[in-house]
């Protein structure tokens, strides 16, 4: 069974950064894929960032340049460096994992319970 959970969040000025971590139990990360997604209030939820079994990354518009995803597969590990934050950035922010790739579509099997990340201007 595939469990993942978040962990990193909290609150911070903008312009600040922050770095979410996402470990992973059930399955070895070299092999799955995995993205982070964000959710604010009232809104669904949307792709941030993925990272592909080979390492291949992919960026929504709106984090291009700030945010940084990656993984250790020796630790089975998820990773989301988020600089130069900005108060839209507030959002529940959710890590997944898949067998195959949904890229920054919300259609991953496995999610993790989420961290929130609040961005005060």
């Known amino acids: 069974q595939v469990q993942l959970f978040e962990s990193g969040g909290g609150s911070v000025q903008a312009g600040g950064s922050l770095i979410l971590s996402c470990s992973a139990s059930?399955?070895?990360?070299?092999?799955?894929?995995l993205g982070w997604f964000l959710q604010a209030p009232g809104k669904d939820r949307e792709g941030v960032a993925s990272?592909?079994?080979?390492?291949?990354?992919s960026y929504a518009d709106s984090v291009k340049g700030r945010f940084t995803i990656s993984k250790d597969n020796a630790k089975n590990t998820l990773y989301l460096q988020m600089n130069s934050l900005k108060p839209e950035d507030t959002a529940m922010y959710y890590c997944?994992?898949?067998?195959?790739?949904?890229?920054?579509?919300?259609?991953?099997?496995?999610w993790g319970q989420g961290t929130q990340v609040t961005v005060s201007s």
């Open positions: 059930g399955y070895t990360s070299s092999s799955y894929y």
């Open positions: 997944a994992a898949d067998r195959i790739s949904w890229y920054l579509l919300p259609e991953y099997n496995n």
């Open positions: 990272i592909d079994s080979d390492g291949s990354t």
